[in-house]
């Protein structure tokens, strides 16, 4: 703590909420005082800083409960480094006063990039291919059984979104027709609008996740959706992984009422059940959708934007919709 007070210098005291991308935490640590999750390191520490404490920097999954949030009297700023911001108490942060930013449209190429891949991955079975190869199995048993096509399949799109749409223009280079469902339907878009996840299920391929986590989408794949996909459908989450019932996506790959799954995000990450990752033909990749060095390069430049623009008395950059 004294060395914290010491190096405080007069300077604005910024909590990180949890651990910070280094394109985020160096520049911050240049330019405010950053106390690196204090709350959680050092409580007696925390108690003492927290007065002072006017910002939190925060990345897509930190958590940021309405207690944490009651226990900063000078709150002024959240600024998420991700899109999504589930794990703020936007409320919370609100009835204080305090206003929330994160870091839209930068990222929606990534996140659009890796579900092709995923779609991909799964349909031709690239890591089981990759797989069969280094382990000497092509020249033992000789081809691996055919795969599924993807180009010309109908592409779901769950969350007809920035990223939503940035994945519908990959799926049209496919020949892929695309379907989707959101809260509500787009009229200014040419594709057909499903009322719900089931029936967009049911008229889909490949069904792709893309929603924001937290309350309003919670299981919002669960075992009938599932069971509307169909044996030979394939799922690819890039949302977050409260946004399928993990539970019912493991029964329903273990007893094949869906062909596949290629998964980004996980109801418990970084914990992935040992029933999921005992399925060889399921594709798992570790929560990467946004994770290239130019990308996050400007998703840290626009979260300490957002920052800088706060502290200047500037409008907010990218402040969340409830924060509009
Ligand atoms: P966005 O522009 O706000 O789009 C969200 C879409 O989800 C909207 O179309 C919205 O419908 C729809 N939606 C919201 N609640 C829904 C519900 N209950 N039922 C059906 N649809 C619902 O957000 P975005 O920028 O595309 O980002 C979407 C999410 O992707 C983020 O919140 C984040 O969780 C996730 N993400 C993941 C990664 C990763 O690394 N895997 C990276 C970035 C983002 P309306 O249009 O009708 O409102």
Redesign the pocket.
């Known amino acids: 703590m004294a060395q914290q007070e010491t190096r405080a210098n007069g300077r604005i005291a910024v909590l990180a909420a949890s651990k910070l991308s280094p394109l985020y935490a160096a520049p911050l640590a240049e330019r405010y005082e950053l106390l690196d999750r204090l709350h959680e390191t050092d409580p007696a520490a925390f108690a003492a800083a927290a007065p002072r404490i006017r910002a939190v920097a925060a990345s897509?999954e930190s958590k940021l409960p309405g207690a944490l949030v009651a226990s900063l009297p000078a709150l002024e700023i959240v600024a998420v480094m991700?899109?999504?911001?589930?794990g703020i108490d936007v409320a919370a942060c609100k009835s204080r006063g305090a206003k929330v930013t994160h870091t839209?449209?930068v990222?929606?190429d990534?996140?659009a990039d890796?579900a092709i891949g995923l779609m991909l991955s799964a349909a031709r079975q690239l890591p089981a291919a990759d797989r069969y190869v280094r382990s000497g199995d092509w020249a033992a048993k000789g081809a691996m059984p055919l795969a599924r096509r993807m180009s010309g399949a109908r592409c779901g799109i769950?969350?007809?979104?920035?990223?939503?749409?940035?994945i519908a223009q990959r799926a049209l280079a496919f020949g892929m027709s695309v379907a989707?469902?959101?809260?509500?339907?787009?009229a200014e878009l040419p594709y057909e609008f499903h009322a719900t996840?089931a029936a967009l299920a049911a008229a889909s391929d490949f069904l792709v996740v893309?929603?924001?986590?937290g309350a309003?989408?919670r299981h919002?794949i669960d075992a009938a959706v599932l069971r509307a996909l169909g044996k030979k459908g394939i799922l690819v989450?890039?949302?977050?992984g409260s946004?399928v019932d993990e539970p019912a996506l493991i029964e329903a790959l273990e007893q094949g009422v869906i062909g596949g799954a290629a998964l980004?995000?996980f109801a418990d990450e970084p914990n992935v059940p040992e029933r999921l990752r005992a399925l060889p033909h399921v594709v798992l990749v570790p929560?990467?959708?946004?994770?290239t060095t130019s990308t996050r390069q400007a998703m840290a430049d626009l979260a300490l934007a957002n920052l800088e623009a706060h502290f200047a008395g500037r409008p907010l950059k990218t402040p969340v919709?409830e924060c509009r």
């Open positions: 897509g991700g899109v999504g911001y589930d839209p449209d990222l929606n990534d996140v890796l769950v969350g007809m979104g920035r990223i939503g749409k940035a989707y469902t959101a809260r509500s339907a787009k996840p893309i929603t924001p986590g309003g989408t919002l989450n890039v949302a977050r946004v980004d995000v929560h990467i959708g946004s994770a919709p």
